[in-house]
């Protein structure tokens, strides 16, 4: 099959990683996947370290430039389907291949547990997709149930982890290859440094015997910086920055914590984690239940509730066997239903489908 990829988004996050992702694991199998992103993407620089060539079209935002560019592209370059990720592409690829008169059709994936406006626009937007793809079980009952979606039109494809790569490992060995102190709890989180990841109900709740390291990077981070001052445990927390390679950085943790609030899917830095064996605290957002099984693989709390974070956080630190327990039926969890293959199986179905009722 010949696949294009849209993606407006100047961010970089488990959305972009996926897509990349899926792109990789799909060009692999013997299909043509093209990716059309705006040239000032993080996702356009990085899609060459996964063997793709993005295609610069500046449909970052909603006006007649992208709508013209995105519209000559798919008209110049046939194709079997149009896969689209963010809001701003979405729409632009739904009245471009409008205005081409439908030649091939749209896949519409939303990563997000954001709620899709209830109204005329967005029906018409889901309407044109020949199939709506979402990251969990959750986002796809709100879209059936509160947007009056067909749930025949839906498919939740969790993102798929490699379960070779990420998998437990020498944490001592970690340490010393990443200059981590071997002689101190480390409690980690692997997010963007985004308000809703909540960072900084972890950086309250975090037990004063515990370290902290933060992987990531992102429009947070000055004010998480100015929270680590005023808390005073600057000399216990590090800020590592974004990392490629983020498996020994969790394989160095002794716990995992993501107290997100709002807009997941299925969070990818979550399953990597449980595949490591990490011990995992977090929330129930979006389609989280379906990774975070309360006392079987992971503590949930609350959302936005530090002091059960902190309660949570110390219960797992103080019990090793509580640790080990979690660690292990999360790891089997996961690999037994968040496999990258399983992924890449479901959504090549997907566009089969979609292209083959346009033949």
């Known amino acids: ?3 294009v990829h849209t993606e407006s988004s100047l961010g970089w996050g488990g959305q972009e990683i996926r897509i990349l992702s899926e ?6 199998r013997g299909h043509e996947v093209r990716l059309l992103c705006p040239p000032e993407a993080r996702i356009f620089a990085e899609a060459p370290n996964w063997g793709l060539q993005p295609e610069p079209v500046p449909i970052a935002r909603k006006n007649w430039s992208g709508f013209s560019s995105l519209k000559k592209k798919l008209q110049e370059s046939r194709c079997d389907v149009v896969s689209t990720h963010s809001s701003t592409d979405s729409w632009l690829s739904a009245l471009a291949l409008a205005w081409l008169g439908r030649p091939y059709p749209m896949v519409r994936t939303r990563h997000i547990s954001a709620p899709v406006p209830r109204n005329p626009l967005s029906y018409w937007l889901y309407a044109q997709a020949a199939h709506i793809v979402t990251a969990g079980e959750a986002l796809k009952k709100e879209l059936v149930e ?3 979606l ?3 039109r839906i498919d939740s494809v969790p993102t798929g982890i490699d379960t070779g790569r990420f998998q437990p490992g020498d944490r001592m060995a970690a340490r010393e290859k990443l200059g981590l102190p071997k002689d101190k709890i480390l409690v980690g989180i692997v997010a963007t440094l985004r308000s809703w990841k909540g960072h900084r109900h972890l950086l309250e709740a975090l037990p004063e015997e515990a370290g902290l390291v933060i992987v990531g990077d992102g429009p947070q981070r000055p004010m998480l910086e100015a929270q680590v001052d005023q808390l005073k445990i600057r000399y216990k927390t590090l800020f590592a920055g974004n990392q490629r390679d983020v498996v020994p950085w969790m394989q160095a943790l002794d716990v995992f914590a993501l107290p997100s609030y709002a807009n997941e899917g299925v969070p990818q830095a979550l399953i990597q984690a449980m595949l490591v064996g990490l011990p995992c605290v977090t929330t129930n957002i979006g389609s989280m239940a379906e990774l975070a099984i309360d006392r079987k693989t992971a503590l ?3 959302p936005e509730n530090v002091q059960a974070l902190a309660v949570a956080l110390r219960a797992l630190l103080a019990d090793s066997t509580l640790r080990e327990r979690l660690g292990a039926t999360a ?6 239903r968040f496999s990258y293959e399983t992924m890449l199986t479901r959504m090549e179905a997907i566009y089969k489908t979609a292209a083959d009722a346009y033949r």
């Open 331 to 336: 790891r089997q969890h996961c690999a037994e």
């Open 300 to 302: 949930v709390v609350a």
């Open 150 to 152: 067909a749930a025949a």
């Open 146 to 148: 509160r947007n009056g």
């Open 23 to 28: 792109s990789q694991g799909l060009a692999k």
């Open 1 to 3: 099959m010949k696949i």
